[in-house]
């Protein structure tokens, strides 16, 4: 019985890949807080509107109100933004790179692991600013929405895996 998907003359175990990980940017503020905070201004927009309100100063109400949609605005789009990802895989045969924009369009790269370079841009302060994957004359940056700490880990584990597939 042979496996149709993998090319005459590679095993199956070549093809099987030894390293794989899913970048997603962070959000610190989930669904149910978003909702909590979303609360909280609209009941503090009520409040303050009615009080503005009997006081004779009703402008007072819709450009609070403005605040508050202009908020929900910033905070649903800053959710939108949070559906990019990148999925990293390496096996001794391949290196994929898969980018999922926001808006859902994705760019597929594959690239053979013994011609490629992993780079990292480093600043003293910051720590790693910027990674790359270099080969056959194309520069595809992973990671840029990760934080510091994650870039430096995953740099870590991509280089490792990296370096074991060019050593089988």
Known sequence: MSDTNVPPGRSAAAEEPFFQALLTPHRSLGRTGFMILMGALLFGWTVTGIFMISRGAWPVFGFFGLDVLALYIAFRLNYRAARAREEVSVSRTALDILKVAPSG????????????????????????????????????TIGSFLNPDDRESFAVAFARALARAKAR
């Open 105 to 140: 369009k994705s760019v597929f790269h594959r690239f053979n692991p013994f011609w490629t370079q992993f780079s990292v841009s480093r600043h003293d302060e910051i720590g790693i600013t910027r990674m790359a994957v270099q080969a056959q004359g194309r520069n595809v």
